[in-house]
């Protein structure tokens, strides 16, 4: 593929540090991967040019603003043309409660992640909001047991 970008092992380091703490200072960071601060900014300014580095953002715990109840829902469509799959996708990507979703090769057609209060905010979220469009065909939810890997 001509759109890779050569990673060395400093790189990979600051990849590490920065997706541990992205309010790392360059001066922090560049002790951490043994450079000096100069060449350390070169690289961290060639990660993101490249777009290996696509943006910096606060990851939000949802269990203090009530919305601790993690839900993984497969859902599976009756649709065959572009735009109710379109329709769709924008419909839910403006659901409040919903975290995380794709469009998935084969079944089920997306995954979404939502967060919500409790048991009772999921059912109304599936009965009122996802239930209610017309072209879902069916939904499995997967409720988290806990969190082994990955951001809230």
């Known amino acids: 593929m001509g759109n ?4 060395d092992e400093i790189d990979s380091e600051i990849l590490f540090h ?3 703490d992205g309010r790392l200072t360059n001066v922090e960071l560049a002790k951490r991967v043994g450079l ?9 300014k060639r990660l ?4 290996v580095i696509s943006g ?7 269990e203090p603003l009530g919305r601790g109840l993690d839900v993984l829902i ?5 649709a065959n043309d572009r735009r109710t799959f379109l329709e769709f996708e924008e419909t839910v990507t403006s659901f409040e409660e919903v975290v995380e979703f794709r469009r998935m090769f084969g079944r ?15 059912e109304v979220f599936l009965t009122d909001k996802l239930s209610a ?6 939904v499995v939810s997967h409720l988290t047991m806990k969190r082994i890997k990955g951001g809230p």
Do not use: W
Request: hydrophobic fraction near 40%; charged fraction near 25%.
């Open 4 to 7: 890779e970008v050569h990673i």
């Open 18 to 20: 920065l997706s541990q």
């Open 36 to 44: 000096t601060p100069p060449p350390c900014l070169r690289r961290v």
């Open 48 to 51: 993101e040019e490249s777009g």
């Open 56 to 62: 910096y953002r606060a990851v939000i715990d949802p």
């Open 74 to 78: 497969d859902v599976e469509v009756s």
């Open 108 to 122: 089920p057609d997306y995954f979404i992640r939502v967060a919500v209060a409790d048991h009772a905010a999921y």
């Open 133 to 138: 469009q017309a072209c879902v065909l069916r």
